[in-house]
């Protein structure tokens, strides 16, 4: 069987496709990997928990995530003049929100557990690029460009693979039809 470009454009599209989403599949592991093995903080049951962190930039993150948790725990954040910048109620196993840090200074992460078990927790409070680049060796902004990039490209590529080989058969259909077949391998 003789692979033609088409054929050849669309499975170097996937390929690449598959290549983006690994990617992302690796990245995403190793920044959970590495909140996991920080220490993981307790919190008794209908009792509270504070972390604290200074942040200066304009964009903010946070990080829980619960090992073997079920219920539904609340996190607040308070910004550096009392405001309260993040509330709610949060699904296990793990979130990861940012926010808006308006002005800089110390922000305070609450995690309440209202339930009648002990809720076991890791949590990171930080400036969003700070946060997302946990545990990878770049930017969290090259890896979405690296993403983003392959997996455009890789559609692209598929697509044009697609419509060279709809070309293709009907080139072939309109040879075949007029017993014009030299150029067919």
Not at 16 to 25: A, I, K, N, T, Y
Request: charged share 15%; glycine share 10%.
């Amino acid at each position: 069987m003789h692979l033609k470009r088409g054929h050849i454009m669309l499975i170097a599209g996937g390929a690449l496709v598959v290549v983006s989403f690994s990617m992302l599949g690796y990245y995403g592991l190793q920044f959970v990997s590495s909140i996991q093995q920080d220490k993981s903080l307790t919190v008794e049951p209908g009792g509270s928990l504070q972390v604290q962190q200074n942040i200066n930039a304009s964009q903010g993150a946070y990080v829980v995530a619960f090992p073997n948790f079920k219920g539904q725990p609340s996190v607040t954040i308070t910004g550096p003049g009392g405001q309260v910048v993040v509330e709610r109620t949060i699904e296990p196993p793990i979130i990861i929100e940012p926010f808006d840090a308006e002005q800089p200074g110390a922000y305070t992460l609450v995690l309440s557990n209202p339930t009648d078990q002990v809720l076991e927790a890791n949590i990171v409070l930080g400036d969003q690029e700070t946060v997302l680049s946990r545990g990878i060796n770049i930017s969290s902004a090259v890896t979405a460009l690296v993403f983003t990039s392959l997996l455009g490209i890789g559609i692209a590529v598929a697509v044009a693979g697609a419509i060279i080989t709809i070309l293709d058969r009907r080139r072939i259909s309109k040879m075949k039809q007029f017993g014009d077949t030299r150029d067919l391998v």
